[in-house]
């Protein structure tokens, strides 16, 4: 038998992580560096020459932090990125068999 329970289901969104407002400039440079990568048979890194040039555009005065925080991000999204291709080439090659 199951029992009911008077808690609400929890949802994804109840855990979602807070944002602190200081890191959303990094974000936001993020997203935008992002355009400027190398994509060919694979998704490169942001070149270290365009986080330079955003650098010197937006006059950042911490340039070591930032680029800390931005390679973070970057290496995340590589990282993500890695991942979900290889998912997908072993959905891939699984359907290739069953055919």
């Keep these: 038998m199951i029992e009911q329970s008077d808690k609400p289901i929890s949802t994804p969104l109840d855990y979602e992580p807070e944002l ?31 986080i330079q040039a955003w650098i010197e555009i937006f006059e950042i005065d911490d340039r070591e932090v930032f680029v800390k925080y931005i390679r973070a ?3 995340t999204f590589l990282e ?20």
């Design 73 to 75: 991000l970057d290496n």
């Design 20 to 50: 602190f407002y200081w890191l959303s400039s990094y974000i936001e440079a993020f997203y935008t560096l992002s355009s400027s990568r190398s994509s060919g048979f694979s998704v490169g890194a942001i070149p270290l020459t365009e």
């Design 80 to 99: 993500h990125h890695s991942k979900s291709k290889s998912k997908e080439n072993q959905q891939k090659l699984s359907f290739k068999k069953k055919r």
